[in-house]
Structures are given as C-alpha cells and as structure tokens.
C-alpha cells in the first residue's frame, strides 16, 4: 500500500484563506514544522466579497491581531488605497479604521510572506479525511479521575488528501472557510462551487460527521461587480479617504504609509429599483426555498432589505474599486440572488449606471459549518485533543473575524505542541476574547458578526490601546520582537510619565491661561484658584493638545503618545467604572471548573442548566454564567458543588 | 460575590413578632456605627465582639429625588448584636438588629442598612456564605444547595407573580423606550454610513427624562409598598356548586370586609383583597371559574390547583350534602401531598351530612384544621375568621417573606435604573460622544429587567437587526 506520499509535519493547517494564513504564519514562526493546504495557490488570502479590511469592530480586530504578532495589519497597511477613520466625531471606543484593498495587491503580499516564511510548506490539495487515534489515558486533562464524558476521547494524528497521500500531524488546524460542500446561487441557477467559481471541497464533511463533529449549513452572500467604463461617476456622491493618515500596524508609522488615495462612490436605490424586485421576488430562490442555509441579518441582500423595509424608498450603495490592477467595481449594499437577468435591470435603474455592464453576478453561497460550541476557548475542539478550528467553519463572517481565529487557533496548537501553556484572551482583553467567548459559548443560528455592542467593556478596549493590552502577551508567545516590544515598554514609560505630569502641573489662575481659556470657551478660574492640567483636560471643549499653549514645559513626545495621555486622563472616570466591572468579571472567570465534570450528576442544578453545561462544558464559573439557560442560582449551586470537591477555587 | 456587604430580614415576617435583620461582610460594623446610635446619642463602641446593645436605628439620607426619606430620624427602637468573623453564622462580620416594631419596621430598618452600603443578599446567600467559609460541614452541601433551589424558586414566582399588572406594563414600556434608544446609537455606531445620529441626543433625553419621572413615581410607592400586592395569598378551591361563592360574599359582606382598591390599578377579575381582623387576604377567587356546569368539570379543578399551589393558606370547601367524589378525591390527595396551610370547611351543614370529619382528617395531616359551616346561613363564620387569625398570630401563617425580599430587591433595580439614568443625562449634558450614552442605557434596562424576570443577552443585537437596515 505504499504507493502514496507519507510525509511527518508538526502542523497541518486546512485552507489558506485570512484565518489559514494567520494560523500557518504563527506555527511556522514559533518554530513548528507547518503545511498549509489550499485547493488553489491562487487563492491564498483571497478577497471574495467586500475589497476592504476594518470598519466598525472589525478595525479593532485588526489593531489587536497586530498587537499580538499577526499580518493583517503589516499587509493592508502596505497594499490600501484608501483609509478612512469611521466614527470619529464619536468617542475614541468606536474610532474604527476602515481601508480599502487593491485585492490584487493583498493577496500577492500575503502570498510572498507565507511564501518565505521558514518552516512553512504550502501545498494545493484538498484534503478528504481527518484521521484521529484514541487519546492515550495519560493525557487526560489535569489527571484527574476518569468520568463519563471524557470516554470517547480522541486525538488528531493527521489528514489524508484526495489523492490519497497521507500527512501526520501532531496539530491540524480547519480554515475551510465557505469551501465546505459549497453551493453558489443565483435565479435558477446553481452550482457546486466556492466562492468566484473555485472549486468547493466535497469530501471532509462527511470526515467531519464521522468524527462526531455537529455540523450546520450557513448561507451569506456577495455582489455584483460592474465595469468602471460603464458607470458614470458624476452622477454619484464622491467618498474621499481621509487626508491624515492612520496605520492599523503599531509597527507602523503615518508617515511609512503615505500614498495617493482612490475615491469610493455613493448612489442610491430607488423606487424603479424596489419595484423591479418586488415583483421578481418570487424567483429569489430565498424565497422559493431552494436556499436552506442561514443568512446574516446584518448583512441583507438587497432583495431582503426591501421586503423587511418596505417603508424606505431608497437604500445606500457604494461603489468601491476592486483594485488599482481592474476596472471591476464593487456594488456594496447590493448582495443578491436573484436571476441574471433581474440584476442587470435593477442595476440600470440607479443614477451611474443607466448603461452599467456586469463583470461578475451577484450571488448567494451556502457552506457547511460547525456548531462551534464543541470547541474550547482555545478553539480546541473538546472531543478532539490537538484538532483546532477558526474562521468561517466556526459559524463567523468577516476576513478579520477569521484572521484573528486563525492567528489565536495557531498559537495554541504551536504552544500545545511545545508543551507550553495556552492563552485565551478573555472579555477584558480585546474584542478577540469577545468573539472567540460567543462562538464557543452561545449557540448562534446565523454567521456572527463583531460589533461593538457586543463589548461589554468597549471604552477599555479601544484600536488606540490594543498594544497597551496586548502587545505584552504577543511578546510572551514569541511573535512580536524584542526590538517591537521595547518601543512598547518605552511607549508605556511616556505616558505614565506625562500623565504623572499633567496631573501634577497646576496651572495658576493667571493672564496667560484665562486668556487661553476664554479663546476656547472654557470657564476662567477665580482669582488665586489653580487646577491642574489634568482637569482642564477633563473639560469638553478642552484637550492635551490644546493645552500645548499653555503647557512651557512640554516636551516633544510621539502622536501614539500624546494620544493615550488626552484619552486616559479626559474619560478617566468612565475608564474606572468600567476597570470595576472587569474586576468583578475577573473573579469568576477565575474560577475553573474541571474539564471532565459530569454535570447530569449534580442534582442541585435545573434539568436545563445541566444539559446546557454538560454539551458546553464551560471551563470557568464565568464562562457558565453565560450559556443561556444557566440562572444565577444555578452558578450559586455549581460553585457550592466546587467547594464541595475541593476544586476550582483560586485560593 | 463574598467580598459585598449583604442584609435581609433573617426571620419571618408575622405581624407581632420581633424582627432581626442580618447584616454580613467587610462592611457590617461600618454599616451599624452608621445607621445605630446608643440611647445618649453616642457611636457604638464595637471592639468587643458578641455583645448586645440597646438604641436606635436611624433613617439615612435618601438618594437625591427618588426617595422621600429623611435622614437622621428615629426609626426604631432596637437590639443590636455584633460578632466578630469567624464567629458568626456566615464566617464573616456581622450584625443583628432586632427590630420591635412589625413587619413595615423591618422593611424600614432593612431599607436604611441597604442605603447605608449593603446589598440585598441573593435567596440562599447567607447559606452560602457560611459554606463557602467553612462554617458549615461538606456533608451539608446537599442542604445548602437545597436552601438556595427553594429560596430562588419562591423568589422567582414572587417577583413577577406579587408585581401588579399596572407596574409590569408601565416598567416593560420604559424597558422598550430604552432598548429602542440604544438601539439606535449602536446601530449607527455600528453603521455610521447608513444610520445619522446628529439631533438624536434631543430625543435621547426626552425619552431618558421620561422615564427617570417614571421610575421616580414608582420608587415613591414602593416606599409604601403599593407595588405589589401585599398580603397573604388565599385560595378558595372546591367543585363547582360547594359553596365557595357564598363564602367568599359571606367574607366580603359589607361590615367586616375592606375591599382595597387603589386609583390606576388594574384590578385582577378573580382576586379580592380583604382585611379579616386586621390580616390581609388576598384572595385568588377560583369561585370565578364560571364554565363548570359544562363537561369540562376537569378544566376547573386543574384551574383551581394551579392557583392552590401558589397560595400561601388553601380554604377547601366541601360540599357535605353529598359524598366526597373524584373531584374531592384530587383536591384532598394535592392538600396533602403540597403539605400545604389548609382549613377545610365543611359547608352546608344545614342540611344531611354525608361527610364526616373524620372521613377527611384521616386524609389530611394532623393539624389540619376543619370547621363546619354554613355559608348561606353565615354559621361558623366567626369561628373561621378567628381560626385565621389565629394562625397568623400564632406564626404558623405568616405573609410570604419572599414576597418583602422581592420588593426590596426590586426598589433596588429602580433606584439603580434610575441611577444609570442620571448617568446618561450627565453625559449627555455634557456633551459626551453617544457610545457613552449606550453603556448607562444598558444598565437601566438590565436593572428593570431584573424586576420583570426577564434575561437580556441578545435583546440589543436583535433590536439592531429587526429595527434598522443595517450593512453592505
């Protein structure tokens, strides 16, 4: 039977999209032997839908993965060509970086870097088949005693391709993306592929199921793409990037990343448009029910917005270049699935594009993915020692909800592998905690999307401080340098600095200073009263970079800088209220509860907490309080249960 | 969390007994020397632990304008006992004050250590506390985890169940304004191109004023307990034709009975309250099932179970003219299987008996009590009355405590919702960004969805979603 190739990898990663090359570059670079699989080399990092990265939660994302060590923010900061802050009259939590990407150039620069990255192996293929062994007893969780739902332990022993060839890992990591017996829809017509015609992998599902692994179907979809010669553009809403310039890399500097900018465009729908739909809508295989898989809510097509807003007679379209190597542009807002014919009259009825030519349909995709409550915070499948998952297989959407997956996926195959101890990111450390925390946790029923709301601690957890919050524990992995981590260190010596010296300079009640107050509407101080530069920071209509008029001691110090001082001392008060929950929140997440506890036996617990525990298997008393249908006096009777056995306390 | 300071009211609540309130944590004697003055007016000197002291209990000063109390006056004449942790019954530092004056003192004097920092300790809490400290022993865990199951169960049916029908819908509206208004800052933060909040902060603190003068009105009668319907829960059950109607209009006859029936209360159909010699009844009709004379006899009686077993004191009538039946036959098997408070009368006594006393005391527990009567001809009521009256003195009948615990616990959420509330208004009065507006928001709601039992989870993300167009 040795007629098929037998190779020994460290890491096996499955799919080389945003998540693939996050968790592939991570492994490679903690020095673990790594093969990454791709049904198309071309593919590598691929753009399918939107040709941006960021935007609302999603820059915040990015921000965080740069902070730990990953290449999203290294890769668009190189290859946008436009950059826009989101939310900036609002408070510095929800500033959102949004860049638009030359796909082209993304995928190329990301495609170099796997490409040389020591240790990394990619290869097309497409694998068929996991292949796992039972779990040797020695290697239960924590060594302790054997209960009933750790019986049918399993571990990863390597994957097998369709051709047979047969590659042992010790990790295996699936960033199978929307690959998934993919189906692509349009009117009447469907075809079993992935996104853009690529060819869909068909066989490890059924690996999957094998395995025991919960499988679902989701759906989601992308718009058409028009011919920039065919649109015309004077008749749109010209959106200009920013002209200051921001990085989403902290390795990066303003400065590094000038460049000329291309517009985006606006034009709206109208009531030719929805009429156009509405009454087509019958061939929508959404509607017809040839579409079984779950769409997003916050990502409608257009056809699903005019049925669910029948009231707003006109919706936003923007009009975003693919890139500076096309003429493809990309009509965001405008996601369908409706017939061929059908876009191509709805399209003509918009102000540009009264003679507007599709380059590609629109079209609905639906995948198979995982309930990814199966998996640990590590994203560890529980079942499965050493089989990981991350990206749009775990029920998310979005390139940047992926990357972050693949980039946290990767370190914990790369530090279990090493023998190290894993890291999970909790609530209060970034919004990555916030989205692997609700995949593992709640079951969702339509692809998650990060959003801010979904941040309980959001003022704390900012772009602006995503080093601040994280670039220690990149450092502690081993992917940010020493050379990055201490212009950290020395980022963080200035600001305690200054802030100690805002803080302690008093500005008196002087000419010079009421004089500087009243020419920006800020009360005057009594006679013989001074206040600290701290609490003229506080007052609204007042800044730290104001207060340089003022300010004769103020030593030149770097925007990142002077950014975090105005930040930190103007919300200081909202910051503290928010440091108290976390402590609180900190407490329980303290409180671990033993992998392998068989929940059905705790009779103090209601029938529906006990069954909700036992699938989810929490791994702290935090995690369980937020299973839906778990109550609070079941946590009181779980952590008595703790005490009762002697375990889970932080004593 | 071990780590707060918690109070309740450690014992029953009957009408003339003596009501200890128990305070526990880092923060109980800070708490005493706060609230409790010695008879010459001086601080209680409290190094010496287990030592009893005599004074009194002094308001303290309410949250600015959602509260009428004043500070500083003379609440109560009480006892108050300091242990030193470990020595106590927690583990931890603690007080007890023995208050003297019924059931609306201790509300007061529990009211007061509260607003002096305490919270509102969780069913069970207690419990627990002195399990998770070690003071009680492994084997006990079953029985603590038991205490807390039963507490949180009867709590949980009280909260919503004692809560007027008039306060529910007037906090579900304020908790709708809220969600919505949120909603729509975090949908256009989230999608600041499609969604425009310039002039929104107008509306926001129309809507926040709104409700801040809502939960102010409620915080007020909350005060004087016209929250929730007080009293204790009576449910009258029999078949259909054994006389529970009469009785209940013998009950509410002109001279003996108060009907209560306060302004801009929706006043459930099948409820009355009464006051019997000073003891609140409030009555759950099941009299009003009108359909029995049909075939679904069956449907009546499950009706008249369901209401039976949320009832603190069951009045089963039976109809002696004729003998016990299947009907009876369930209603006795339920009485004695809930182990519930019951008088059993034996109505129409005037004319043949065909049940005997001892055919249902053997039946029945022990003590229960069984009276014959005739509620057409008004025999043996008065004994009824004074039966009634004597469990309640006596203690064996007592309002349902839960019932206090739930009402401090929810005058808390509104005072907190109201708090969070101010918050917003401060912000945006001072023109703070709207993301800062949408955290308070959120906390006034989570606050008032405590009182209504409800989870919050996904309501904001699902708010988004169903109410705006969000995305690309």
Redesign the interface.
């Known amino acids: 039977m040795n007629h098929y190739i037998e190779e020994y990898y460290d890491v096996i990663v499955v799919g080389a999209g945003h998540a693939g090359c996050e968790a592939a570059l991570a492994c490679a670079r903690l020095g673990l032997k790594t093969l990454v699989f791709t049904v198309s080399v071309d593919s590598i990092a691929l753009m399918p839908c939107n040709p941006n990265i960021g935007g609302t939660s999603k820059g915040h994302l990015v921000c965080e993965l740069d902070a730990l060590g990953g290449e999203m923010g290294k890769c668009i900061d190189d290859t946008f060509i436009q950059s826009k802050m989101l939310n900036k009259s609002k408070g510095p939590a929800v500033h959102s970086l949004r860049a638009q990407a030359d796909k082209m150039a993304y995928i190329g620069r990301m495609r170099k870097t796997l490409e040389n990255t020591e240790n990394l192996r990619i290869k097309q293929g497409e694998v068929a088949e996991l292949v796992t062994e039972p779990c040797p007893e020695q290697e239960r969780a924590d060594g302790q005693p054997e209960q009933k739902a750790g019986q049918d332990k399993k571990k990863i022993a390597g994957v097998k391709t369709t051709s047979g060839a047969f590659y042992h890992a010790k990790k295996v990591i699936l960033c199978t993306g929307v690959y998934l017996n993919a189906r692509c829809i349009y009117g009447e017509v469907s075809e079993h592929t992935g996104p853009n015609g690529l060819r869909a992998a068909n066989q490890l599902t059924a690996s999957l199921m094998a395995q025991g692994i919960p499988v679902r179907r989701f759906k989601t979809g992308t718009p058409a793409r028009v011919d920039r010669r065919s649109i015309d553009f004077s008749k749109m809403e010209e959106q200009k990037g920013d002209e200051e310039l921001r990085p989403f890399s902290f390795s990066n500097e303003p400065w590094d990343i000038q460049r000329e900018q291309v517009s985006c465009w606006l034009t709206y729908t109208n009531e030719k448009t929805h009429e156009i739909i509405r009454s087509n809508i019958g061939r929508s295989p959404l509607f017809s029910g040839d579409i079984v898989g779950t769409g997003p809510r916050y990502c409608p097509s257009i056809e699903d917005k005019v049925v669910k807003f029948p009231e707003k007679d006109r919706h936003q379209i923007f009009v975003e270049p693919e890139g500076l190597y096309t003429n493809e542009m990309y009509l965001s807002g405008m996601s369908s699935s409706l017939p061929e014919d059908v876009q191509h009259a709805m399209i003509r009825t918009m102000p540009g594009f009264e003679h507007a030519e599709i380059v590609r349909n629109a079209y609905a995709i639906e995948y198979d993915c995982i309930d990814a409550t199966c998996l640990r915070p590590t994203l560890e499948f529980k079942e499965i020692s050493g089989l990981y998952a991350a990206g749009q297989i775990n029920g998310s959407s979005g390139y940047e909800e992926a990357a972050v997956q693949g980039f946290m996926a990767g370190v914990n195959a790369a530090l279990s592998a090493c023998g190290r101890e894993e890291v999970v990111l909790d609530r209060s450390d970034g919004y990555i905690g916030v989205l692997i925390d609700d995949l593992v946790t709640k079951e969702s029923h339509e692809p998650y999307r990060m959003m801010t709301s979904r941040a309980e601690y959001r003022l704390l957890l900012r772009q602006d401080n995503a080093d601040l919050r994280l670039r220690e524990t990149g450092y502690r992995i081993g992917l940010v340098s020493r050379q990055e981590y201490e212009a950290f260190l020395e980022k963080k010596r200035m600001i305690a600095e200054e802030i100690e010296r805002m803080e302690k300079t008093i500005a008196g009640s002087n000419e010079k200073v009421n004089a500087f107050l009243e020419k920006h509407g800020s009360a005057t101080l009594p006679d013989s009263r001074g206040v600290s530069f701290a609490e003229l920071i506080k007052r609204p209509e007042l800044s730290y970079e104001l207060l340089s008029e003022i300010d004769s001691q103020r030593k030149p110090l770097p925007w990142r800088v002077c950014e975090q001082v105005n930040i930190e001392i103007k919300y200081e008060g909202y910051i503290r209220r928010q440091m108290q929950q976390v402590e609180h929140f900190k407490k329980l997440e303290k409180k671990k509860l033993p992998k392998d506890l068989d929940y059905e036996a705790l009779s103090g617990l209601r029938l529906e907490a006990r069954q909700k525990l036992n699938k989810i298997r929490p791994e702290n008393i935090g995690q369980a309080g937020r299973i839906s249908g778990v109550s609070p006096a079941d946590i009181s009777v779980l952590m008595i249960y703790l005490e009762q056995m002697g375990k889970g306390t932080d004593k | 969390?071990i780590?707060q300071t918690i109070a309740a009211i450690a014992t029953g609540l009957t009408e003339s007994g003596i009501g200890i309130i128990r305070i526990s944590g880092p923060e109980s004697y800070e708490i005493a020397k706060k609230i409790f003055r010695k008879k010459n007016g001086s601080v209680p000197e409290l190094s010496e632990s287990h030592k009893v002291h005599y004074g009194f209990i002094l308001s303290q000063a309410a949250e600015e304008h959602v509260s009428r109390e004043t500070s500083g006056q003379i609440l109560d004449e009480v006892l108050m006992l300091n242990m030193k942790g470990p020595r106590s019954y927690t583990g931890e530092d603690t007080i007890e004050i023995d208050c003297h004056g019924g059931i609306l003192m201790m509300k007061r004097v529990l009211d007061t250590v509260l607003r002096a920092g305490a919270r509102l300790a969780?069913?069970?809490?207690f419990t627990?506390r002195a399990?998770?400290n070690g003071r009680l022993d492994?084997s006990q865990?079953?029985a603590?985890?038991?205490v807390?199951?039963a507490k949180?169960d009867r709590a949980l049916k009280a909260s919503v169940a004692q809560l007027k029908g008039s306060v529910s819908e007037k906090i579900r509206k304020c908790r709708e304004t809220l969600l919505e208004d949120t909603a729509y800052i975090?949908a256009a933060?989230?999608?600041?191109?499609?969604i425009e909040?310039t002039g929104f902060s107008e509306k926001l603190l129309r809507d926040v004023e709104q409700t801040e003068q809502t939960l102010g009105r409620l915080i007020s009668s909350s005060e004087d307990g016209r929250l929730m319907k007080e009293g204790i829960n009576t449910a009258i059950v029999g078949k259909p034709n054994a006389g529970k109607s009469s009785l209940l209009n013998v009950l509410l006859g002109e001279e003996r009975a108060i009907v209560t029936d306060i302004a801009g209360t929706t006043r459930d159909t099948l409820e009355e309250t009464i006051n019997l010699r000073g003891v609140t009844l409030n009555m759950v009709d099941t009299a009003g099932i009108r359909n029995t004379e049909d075939t679904v006899e069956k449907i009546g009686v499950e009706r008249a179970l369901k209401a039976a077993r949320n009832a603190d004191l069951v009045i089963y009538v039976a109809d002696a003219s004729v003998p016990l039946d299947d009907s009876d036959r369930r209603i006795i098997a339920f009485l004695s299987q809930e182990e519930k408070k019951t008088i059993v009368l034996l109505n129409k006594n005037d004319l043949a008996g065909m049940v005997s006393e001892r055919e249902i005391r053997e039946l029945l527990p022990e003590d229960t009590c069984i009276l014959s009567i005739s509620a057409k001809h008004e025999v043996g009521i008065e004994e009824l009355e004074q039966r009634i009256e004597e469990m309640f003195y006596t203690g064996s009948l007592s309002y349902n405590d839960e019932l206090y615990i739930t009402s401090a616990r929810q005058k808390e959420a509104l005072v907190k919702a109201a708090a969070a509330l101010r918050q917003v208004r401060e912000s945006v009065e001072?023109?703070?960004?709207?993301?800062?507006y949408?955290?308070d928001l959120m906390n006034a709601y989570t606050e008032l969805g405590y009182i209504l039992g409800e989870?919050v989870?996904?309501d904001?993300?699902n708010e988004?979603?169903s109410k705006f167009?969000?995305?690309?």
Not at chain 2, 189 to 194: F, I, M, N, S, V
Not at chain 2, 430 to 436: A, N, P, V
Not at chain 2, 469 to 472: A, L, N, W
């Open positions: 969390m780590g969780e069913p069970g809490e627990k399990f998770l492994l865990a079953e603590v985890i038991d807390i199951n949180n975090e933060l989230d999608d600041p191109e499609h909040l001072q023109g703070m960004s709207e993301d800062f949408s955290i989870e989870d996904e904001l993300v988004i979603f167009c969000m995305g690309k």
